[in-house]
Nanobody, 120 residues
Framework: QGQLVESGGGLVQPGGSLRLSCAAS?????????????MGWYRQAPGKQRELVAT???????NYSDSVKARFTISRDDDKKMVTLQMNNLKPEDTAVYYC?????????WGQGIQVTVSS
């Protein structure tokens, strides 16, 4: 089994910044080396479906949703088994629960989610 734990969420004013971190642990990430996983962030706003925010593959290929391009930056540190999401110029529509995600072949893991609220 593998576990993903998010941190860094909270309340921020519009235009502000937050940095989300996700730490991976457990047997899945030890045996099959964290570095081979595609890592990502998803979010779910109240009354809406969960949506992709950003992903980063084992080779470093990055994909962003159009709504966050040029504002959010995803990165990974394979030695620390962590993935981060730097969020700048936050907007009220970024308010959601953010989930860390890991995928390799048929193995898929989700974090418990962390709240990000953008409000004045």
């Amino acid at each position: 089994q593998g576990q993903l734990v998010e941190s860094g969420g909270g309340l921020v004013q519009p235009g502000g910044s937050l940095r989300l971190s996700c730490a991976a642990s457990g047997a899945a990430f030890s045996i099959l080396s964290f570095s081979i996983y595609t890592m990502g962030w998803y979010r779910q706003a109240p009354g809406k479906q969960r949506e992709l925010v950003a992903t980063i593959t084992d080779s470093g290929t990055i994909n962003y949703s159009d709504s966050v391009k040029a504002r959010f930056t995803i990165s990974r540190d394979d030695d620390k088994k962590m993935v981060t999401l730097q969020m700048n110029n936050l907007k009220p529509e970024d308010t959601a629960v953010y989930y860390c995600y890991a995928n390799w072949a048929r193995a898929e893991y989700w974090g418990q989610g962390i709240q990000v609220t953008v409000s004045s």
